[in-house]
Structures are given as C-alpha cells and as structure tokens.
C-alpha cells in the first residue's frame, strides 16, 4: 500500500522512536457536533460519509441523517458540510434525495475505526537531549538564503503556522520554545479533540515537517525558516493507518480559519483517492467538502501550501491512477486532469514541488505545467533534509513533504515582516520573489524560465521575503541590571531611550535574556513609553526548558522611539523563580 504521505522516498528516519495509537474529540467553534458516541456505539460496516447543503442551519438536513439510519459525527454549519456515519448500505442515496441536499459521498472504502468513538491520547515520548551544535550552513537553508534571511528577522511570535500533519513532538528541545499548545488539535475522524497531548506525534513526519518551518533558534539541533514564528499541532492523521481522511482534513482547515493562522502546511494527500474525479458521487462531495473548507480558511486570512507528490507523475497530463483506494484494494482506473489530487490542486492553495542539492527536479517529485506554483529543498538521494524528532531527536527525510514547509517557512517570514498582507498577497509575493529557475535538459519540462512545469514560478527565496539586503542596525540600548521575579508575581525592567528621531521601526529587535527554572511559568512583554503592551511570548505551560535567551521582532511603528519602555516578566506559578539578567532594544 502506498504511503499518502509526501515523503514515501524518504531515507530512513534517524533513531525514530515509536509511538502509541490514538486520539479524541470536541467540536470546532465553526462547527456544531453532535455529542461523542460511546464505543458500544460502533458497529462493523460503520462508514463516514460528507453529506453537504447549504452553508448556515443545518439542522433539517442533521435531522434527516438520523432519520436514515445514520448518525451526525460532526455539523460544520459555516461551510455547509456534515460528517456522517452510517452502517447502512443505502444511507448514501437515501440522503440524496432529501430536500436541501447537494451532495453525499462515503470518504472512505474501509469502515471508520471503533478508535473514532473513543480515542486515546498519543504516547509523550521520552526525550534525549542532544550535544549537536546548532548548524546555520545546512544545504537547504543556504539554498533558499535563509541563513542570510535570519539576519533581517527570525520571524514574528504574532504569526502563526499550522502543521496539518501526523502531529508533533511539543516537548522537542528545539520546538517547544515556539510551540503554541492553546491552538493545537487533533482533528483524526473528522472532529477536533482539545485534550492536551491530542496533538502529539503518532509517527515522525509531522515533528520533522514543524522543525524545518520553525525549529528555535537556541544552539541546538537545528534551526528552522522562520525560527521567530509560533507553530501549532493539528493532528489529521489516524493512528494506526497513518492516513488523512477527508473529514479530517476539513475539520483541520476550519481549525486553521477559527484560530487565527496565517499559513497552513499540508504535505499529504486527502485519502483514499490519490485523485478524486468528479464524475464518481463519492469523490465529487470530497472535493466540495474540502474546497468549502480551504475557502473558509482563506476567508479567515490563511494561505494553504501543500506538497505536490511523490510519484513522479505529470499533473498536467493525468492518464491512469494505481495506487487508489489505499485504504482498501488499489485498482487500475483512467483518470483526467478533471480528477484533482487534493488539497494541493483546489484553487488558492501553493502546490511545492521538490528540488535536490543545485537547481535540480528532486527524481521522485510530480511536476506539471500550470500546476507546480514554486520549488524548495526537499532532498534526493543522500542529500537529505536535516530535521527533527520526535523524542528529541534528528534525521533526514526525502520527498516533497520536506519541500512544502521550506515555502510555509517562506511565507510565514512574509506574513511577519508584511502583517496586513492577505493570503493573496503572500502567494502573490512567494511567486514573485521566487529565483527564476529554467527548465533543464528534460523534454517533461514545459514552459518558460520565469515559469514552468518542473519549478513553477522558481525556487522559494527567504532572503527576498524579508528584503534583499539585511539592514544596518539602528541605536543600541541596554539594561543589564538584575530583576528578580518571584512566584506569581509581575515585574519590570525600564530602559530609556533618547536620541533617536522620530518613531521606532517596524523590526524593533528586543534581545532577552532572563535566568529562571521552569519557563512555562513566564509570560514576557514589551512595554511601549505610552504604556501600549507588546507580548513577546506566553510560554507553554508544559514547557520545563529553563531560561529565555531569545530576540524578538515588534512592529513598534506606532510608538514614539523616544521615552522609557519596559521589559514586563510576569510569573503565573508556584516554586520556580528567577531574575531579568539584562535586556535590550536594537532600533
């Protein structure tokens, strides 16, 4: 059975650790979800359905499902869609023919686990610590600059990135400093579970794929994109199988849309299809229920970048699938470019291809004219991608699921130095600032240098994102007296600033540095001269890394430079404590 996940060519995980099953369920705020089953609940035959209507009250048609021998999963009312399950053989066409509805289709040819109606929580791996010093030379990043990117800005905290994947190892040395546990899910089965862990790693691509958006910037390991961002979990993968179903997908996009995240990455395809047509009932409502999905993420101001695939297959020109459905029996079907291998081919979505070490088509990568929208550093062979994890350990990984979060990383730099961009503008710019890559000596390559089938638009580039040249530091300032800070309690570091005209810069860098046991306590913020409160950073409560030596970008613009700011440290717990060491303002 082929792996849906974008990485199927990948080298051999190093020390990978192996992790339980599991997952739960709550409803999204879009969604209006029907209670959670009891396991007795579950039959043999039980099979989850899309039954979609129009957008708003869903209530008659929720209705008709029970009334057809069906039950309601999950209700997402904004975009129109139900999750339905049922161990009716008819309950598809019955509900066809209710009033009000547009489409039905089964997303699966494999019953829905009894796992769905009472999942558990995924294994918290034990954690190594490492020795590695942290390289700022790794072949992928210095091919997309952005070792020379970092030197403008890390990132914002304010941005978000949302990794719709296996999930992700939160307790890694090198992504919990940039973990956002409050807006991490699990949305296995269609039905976003809150519990804390929910979100965890139930393989290794997930943790891998987060490190290469964001891994911190700390000495160790590695280093990510976009080092300065916030990441958060959404587990749509199901333990066991490993695959992404439909449901799940829509569940992880309405996610993305309610919580606020400026870019998504999706490095998989929606199982069982590895493409769906419209000509199959089944297929068709998938393609729907997943597009309603993307749109309403985009609405909200999220851009979706997804791997193109690893099958070396022309999307330009689609003749045959084999590999599908992989839940069950793979059959041999003739399939047309009206079949869309999704998400990564609805409309609005970045579509990655890979490259390997030099401007080269990564061997295992699809391609397609008019399809591909841009390239990055996915590996070939034994020039891997270098990341994370789980357990906190590293390791290479090949495939166009490495490619993806190089463009996520990119964009995610966009979003922070460009904050009121839409998603249209940051796949706008992605493209843009794309270097122009031409077609090599391979008659599959179509197109033009500026754009073509093997590269898109180029290969991503970081250094462009945040602008092409890193800018001369401004005034320095620094405080170096000592603060203590106490359990539960709020303190202050003042510096003054003087001398410089005018208001500060958009890129105020705030270089922290605070000595204290159990950081998960801390909750840092900068205090503009007016008294407006710019939060750095709400640690995880989870987080037991000790000390905070980290800079941070603000988009300060509106302040007056001149004036006394403060650094504010407030401890929200018990039994660890600490001090300000000293702090400082780059203008």
Not at 56 to 74: H, I, K, L, P, Q
Not at 304 to 316: E, H, K, R
Request: net charge negative; glycine share 10%.
């Amino acid at each position: 059975m082929r792996r849906h996940i974008f990485s199927r060519l990948q080298a051999p995980a190093v020390a990978a650790v192996a992790l339980g099953a599991a997952l739960a369920l709550a409803a999204p705020a879009a969604a209006v979800a029907a209670e959670p089953q009891p396991a007795a609940a579950w039959a043999a035959g039980t099979r989850a359905h899309l039954v979609i209507t129009a957008p708003g009250d869903t209530s008659a048609v929720r209705t008709a499902v029970a009334g057809n021998g069906g039950s309601v999963f999950a209700s997402y009312d904004a975009i129109g869609v139900i999750v339905a399950h049922s161990a009716s053989a008819g309950f598809a066409s019955a509900m066809r023919g209710v009033a009000g509805v547009q489409q039905v289709g089964a997303t699966r040819t494999s019953d829905v686990p009894a796992d769905a109606y009472n999942p558990a929580l995924p294994a918290n791996p034990t954690q190594s610590s490492t020795t590695l010093a942290e390289s700022l030379t790794r072949w992928d990043m210095t091919q997309i600059k952005a070792d020379q990117a970092w030197a403008v800005t890390t990132g914002s905290a304010s941005v978000k990135v949302g990794v719709l994947d296996t999930g992700v190892d939160d307790q890694h040395q090198d992504i919990a400093p940039n973990f956002n546990a409050a807006d991490s899910v699990s949305c296995a089965y269609g039905k976003a579970d809150t519990r804390a862990g929910a979100w965890r790693d139930v393989g290794t691509h997930g943790t891998h794929v987060a490190g290469t958006i964001a891994a911190a910037k700390n000495s160790k390991g590695v280093v990510g994109v976009a080092p300065g961002v916030k990441v958060s979990s959404v587990r749509i993968a199901e333990p066991g199988s490993s695959l992404f179903f439909a449901e799940n997908t829509i569940c992880g996009f309405m996610w993305a849309g309610d919580h606020g995240f400026k870019v998504t990455n999706n490095s998989y395809y929606t199982d069982p299809w590895q493409f769906n047509c419209p000509d199959n009932a089944d297929q068709a409502a998938i393609i729907e229920g997943v597009k309603r999905a993307q749109e309403y993420a985009e609405r909200k101001g999220s851009l979706q970048v997804a791997a193109a695939g690893n099958s070396n297959l022309d999307l330009a020109n689609k003749t045959v699938d084999t590999e599908s459905p992989n839940d069950s029996t793979p059959v041999t079907r003739t399939i047309t470019n009206a079949c869309l291998d999704i998400p990564t081919e609805l409309p609005g979505v970045v579509t990655v291809a890979a490259m390997g070490k030099g401007n080269v088509k990564a061997s295992y990568s699809n391609f397609g004219n008019g399809v591909i929208d841009i390239a990055a550093p996915g590996g070939d062979g034994t020039s891997g991608v270098y990341s994370t994890l789980p357990g906190g350990k590293y390791g290479n990984m090949n495939g166009t699921s490495m490619a993806s979060p190089h463009v996520a990383g990119v964009a995610a730099l966009l979003a922070s130095v460009n904050p009121a961009a839409t998603p249209a503008d940051l796949r706008s710019k992605l493209g843009v600032q794309a270097t122009d890559t031409a077609c090599p000596s391979d008659s599959r390559c179509t197109g033009t240098t500026t754009k073509n089938g093997f590269f898109g638009e180029g290969q991503t580039d970081a250094l462009q994102a945040v602008g092409s040249t890193p800018p001369t530091p401004g005034p320095y300032f620094e405080n170096t007296a000592d603060v203590t800070i106490a359990d539960n309690a709020t303190v202050d570091s003042p510096l003054t600033v003087s001398g410089v005209t005018g208001n500060a810069p958009a890129t105020l860098k705030v270089g922290v540095d605070i000595k204290h046991t159990y950081r998960g306590d801390l909750v840092v913020s900068l205090v503009a001269p007016d008294g407006t409160v710019y939060l750095l950073e709400d640690f995880a409560n989870s987080d037991g890394t000790d000390n905070v030596a980290k800079t941070y970008t603000v988009n300060a613009s509106s302040e007056a430079a001149n004036g006394t700011w403060k650094l504010r440290v407030r401890d929200i717990a018990s039994q660890d404590t600490g001090r300000i060491d000293a702090w400082n303002l780059t203008f």
